[in-house]
């Protein structure tokens, strides 16, 4: 394993819909362990499970209900040290995602809260509603509806800034902090060597008040003790191993705050995920709408967190999929006839940029998003949740569809497309259950099986790739230049480092298009591209191809 996490690169697995071995439809443990040769061969560093602790499965994990215990359905802890081990020969590590900002409304913390155990009950924020009995604030939960639920015999509410299920605890109660960090420190001694941090910015609450503009988010994110949590939190636990990788999760956060999240010398965290970058299809805030990709807010969002976490010393993670986001090849790429090239130009924008670059299962064989044509086929709270906001608000039937097919988190749920066979080798042909959620019915022609063997696939690309982070240093530590911004077509940017020099230019369209401000490329070798010869012409412009993509070095 490459303990520089800046020349490290991490590959995100959603257990569920990874492979199952058992044939009960629901991917597990034992599925990871079989396939780390596998992923052992893409040549990432880090691998990072999506939660498979005690949960009632509401939020698919998100809801532990134990964090020192594993949901038998995922399988057993003996399994999960088989797994840490056998990662471990390969030179991988484990990453476990915390979930930290809330738990299960099944985790005995908040059955003997709602048993009226004073002491827990404080591990929660409970409430008195407003003097006309409503809610104490007009929040909006994550997911829909109000982040409020009423307990008649408290004649309380408690906040739920997710699903129900899923109560909020109380970190200014210094209990459970210390319970938090117990947490981290049992999976640090089975030799976990990374941690993912949930929505971890959400935890320091600012007050509760009404918010007149808006859904109340301004009251708990980057809320005032966020800084102070995170700097206890790792020197009481991650933080006494310095080789121990973290990345926050952090919900519409501003950069500010990023910079102390992940600055060098602020003993917070590693990395941190933002979100900005994948809300330029949305309107505002708001998801649940069609609205198309605005191309130049994109660039714009992702140079400027680019150049100006740079300037801080702070460390980006760099992605563009994970399992609540759609497959980015059906988002900013072509599903179609050029599937293949989109899905190389978009890898190669985010494994040249400065930051650890996150691979999500099934990206790197390019999967799209499901062809799911009825609401019954989603699985997810907050897709079904909002589909019925939609209908409430007079919407048809067929256009909430539309919206849901495009903004799903179920696009990246679908299961992992091994082969050709019936269910994809997610789980065998003759099991007799399906799999949890539908196969894409197009993982007869998008697979792992057929990629491995075909040398000019995406899944060697994106190998040639993270293999390139590991021998350039001016990738991992490289400063960074956007090239031509205000340009239309193209995404293209410069690394700087020691003398070194790297141009990364994509065509983020379908079409022919004439670059002419190409830069010089005099000295410089092509690295890689997704086409075997890029023209050039007489006077020095660039014919780039529909969505090519090409990386050159001196
Ligand atoms: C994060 C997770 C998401 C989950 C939510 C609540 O955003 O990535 O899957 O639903 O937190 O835990
Ligand atoms: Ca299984």
Known sequence: MNK???????????????????????????????????????????????????????????????????????????????????????????????????????????????????????????????????????????????????????????????????????????????????????????????????????????????????DGRKFYTDGPKIHQYLKELNSMSFGKDPQIVTVGEMSSTTMENCYQYAGRDTGELSMVFNFHHLKVDFMGNEKWVLVPADFQKLKDIIFDWQVKMGEHNAWNAVFWCNHDQPRVVSRFGDEGKNWKESAKMLATIVHCLRGTPYVYQGEEIGMTNTDFTDIHQFRDVESLNNYQILLDKGMSASDALRIIQVHSRDNGRTPMQWDNTKYAGFTSEDSEVKPWIGVNSNHTKINAEDQLKDKDSIFHYYRKLIAMRKYLDVIAYGDIEPLDEKNSSVFAYRRIYEGHEMIVVANFYGKDFEWKHTPSLEGFEKLLGNYDETEITAEGSMILKPYEAVVYYR
Not at 13 to 20: E, G, L, T
Not at 46 to 70: A, K, R
Not at 169 to 197: A, C, D
């Open 4 to 214: 520089d996490f800046r020349k490290s690169t991490v590959y995100q697995i959603y257990p569920k819909s990874f492979y199952d071995t058992n044939k009960d439809g629901l991917g597990d443990l034992r599925g990871v362990i079989e396939k780390l040769d596998y992923i052992k061969e893409l040549g990432v560093d880090y691998i990072w499970l999506t939660p498979f602790f005690v949960s009632p499965q509401n939020d698919n994990g998100y809801d532990v209900e134990d964090y020192y215990n594993i949901d038998p359905r995922y399988g057993t802890m003996a399994d999960v040290e088989e797994l840490i081990d056998e990662a471990g020969k390969r030179g991988m590590g484990l990453m476990f995602d915390m979930v930290f900002n809330h738990v299960s409304t099944n985790h005995e913390w908040f059955k003997k809260a709602m048993q009226g155990d004073s002491y827990y009950k404080d591990f929660f924020y409970f409430r008195k509603g407003k003097p006309d009995g409503s809610a104490p604030t007009n929040w909006v939960s994550k997911f829909g509806g109000s982040a409020w639920e009423y307990v008649e015999k408290f004649d309380e509410y408690y906040l739920h800034l997710f699903d129900v299920t899923q109560a909020d605890l109380n970190w200014e109660n210094e209990n459970v902090r210390r319970e938090v960090q117990n947490i981290v420190k049992f999976w640090m001694n089975k030799g976990v060597k990374g941690f993912r941090f949930d929505v971890i910015n959400l935890i320091s609450k600012a007050g509760f008040e009404d918010d007149t503009d808006g």
